[in-house]
């Protein structure tokens, strides 16, 4: 069986390698391969309700909270080959991001109101970090929850809000005391129900012709006290321990193998493919995809095993980046002169958007942090340098 894998499967997981190739071949909707932006959220649904109906929406999650619990080789045999069936990545931001936060932090009845709703995906999730004037410099966030009774008022505004119009709850980050000596002091995070009066939230359309973000708007919005996460003026510690996560996450191989494997298609029909220069280019991005998975198999066995993996995160944020950022560049070497054309190429093997490849790929070194923020982050605590 072919594989695209640093590790050699045993037999136990070429046979599961097998299972869950077939199954792909089976049950993978036709109208959800070749998707470069995210596809409609009925889609994604759909998707979501059949992998949890198989057990294997949450891989990586404990078998306590509903996960699969699948052992490290497992989940990175369902990445490899889900990213070469190209199947979407569901959702992040539940089973991803908060999910995990509310394991580890959230109350007893956080956990049974929210994690069973992720797993089914009848909740969408989105994140409320960024404000207009808070992106890089997170902690200047100045949207405001203040205590009246059991409900703190929230105040403010979030921008870059993935899906924020297609989800119903947002984790946010609020500032929670104005006087705090320093800004990160007085920030909490608080889980906030979409639908509660005073919220509006308008999308933004993206270069890529997608409306793939919202802002949203926080006018005397009553959220009770018990969503708070953790504790109160607490909430930068999980900001950044989800922002681990996060990183993590963004570095998934799903989306590059799909990706590399969509450029071998182009670059055959425009036969970029006999050009010994391009050849070295895409054996050199192909490596690299391999190492990225070797990086990000040994930052879960590192979570697996309960130990921090701190400003690695960053490390494997910027090495994700870097791989799909190189992955787009190629797609426009591959398409020659009409590379920059928005309609898909036809190939023999079917059509290669090129050029949103490439677009895409520019979100990779923004969104969870910039790559300058990563640098920064590695020059400090991993070089030392001041
Ligand atoms: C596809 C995508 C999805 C996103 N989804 C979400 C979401 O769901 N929820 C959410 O809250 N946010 C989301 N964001 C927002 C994202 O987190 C911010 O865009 C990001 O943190 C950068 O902030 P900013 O846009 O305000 O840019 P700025 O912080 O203004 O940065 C502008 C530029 O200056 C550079 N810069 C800033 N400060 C420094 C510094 N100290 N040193 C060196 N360079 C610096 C940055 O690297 C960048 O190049 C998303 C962004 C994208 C692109």
């Not at 949207?143 to 119009?165: C, E, M, P, S, Y």
């Not at 993206?206 to 969503?227: G, L, Q």
């Not at 605590?381 to 001041?386: A, E, I, M, Q, Y």
């Amino acid at each position: 069986m072919s594989t695209f894998s640093f590790m050699k499967d045993s037999k136990e997981d070429a046979d599961f390698r097998l299972a869950v190739r077939d199954w792909l071949e089976e049950n993978l909707p036709e109208e959800l391969l070749g998707w470069v932006t995210r596809p409609p959220p009925e889609l994604m649904r759909s998707w979501h309700k059949k992998l949890y109906e198989k057990g294997w929406i949450a891989p990586n999650w404990p078998r306590e909270f509903g996960g699969m619990e699948a052992t490290l080789s497992q989940q990175l045999i369902m990445l490899e080959e889900f990213g070469r069936a190209g199947a979407p990545i569901t959702s992040r931001q539940a089973l991803g991001h908060i999910g995990p936060i509310l394991m580890q932090y959230g109350t007893a009845e956080q956990k049974a109101q929210h994690l069973p709703k992720m797993l089914t995906g009848e909740i969408f999730w989105c994140q409320g970090y960024s404000e207009p004037n808070a992106g890089s410099d997170l902690a200047s966030l100045r949207t405001r929850a203040d205590l009246d009774g059991d409900h703190f008022v929230v105040n403010g505004q979030k921008i870059w809000t993935t899906w924020g119009h297609h989800a119903q709850w947002m984790f946010a980050l609020v500032r929670t005391d104005q006087d705090a000596p320093r800004k990160q002091a007085g920030i909490s995070m608080i889980l906030i129900d979409l639908a509660t009066e005073g919220i509006t939230i308008r999308p933004i359309r993206t270069i890529a012709d997608d409306d793939e973000f919202a802002e949203v708007f926080f006018d005397n919005v009553r959220v009770p006290e018990k969503n708070i996460v953790g504790n109160v003026n607490d909430g930068w510690r999980l900001a950044k321990a989800l922002l681990d996560h996060e990183r993590i996450g963004n570095a998934s191989p799903q989306f590059a193998i799909d990706s590399l494997e969509m450029l071998k298609k182009l670059a055959r029909a425009t036969g970029a493919m006999d050009d010994p220069v391009f050849k070295e280019k895409l054996i050199r991005v192909e490596l690299d995809v391999l190492a990225q998975s070797a990086v990000v198999a040994h930052s879960v066995a590192l979570v697996k095993a309960d130990q921090k993996i701190g400003s690695g995160s960053s490390f494997i944020k910027l090495l994700g980046t870097n791989t799909a950022q190189t992955i787009g560049d190629l797609m426009l070497d591959a398409a020659g002169p009409n590379g920059a054309e928005l309609d898909a190429f036809e190939t023999p093997e079917g059509p290669v958007e090129a050029s949103a490849y490439f677009r895409e790929s520019r979100r990779n070194s923004i969104y969870g942090g910039s790559s300058e923020i990563q640098r920064s982050v590695i020059a400090k605590n991993v070089l030392g340098l001041p």
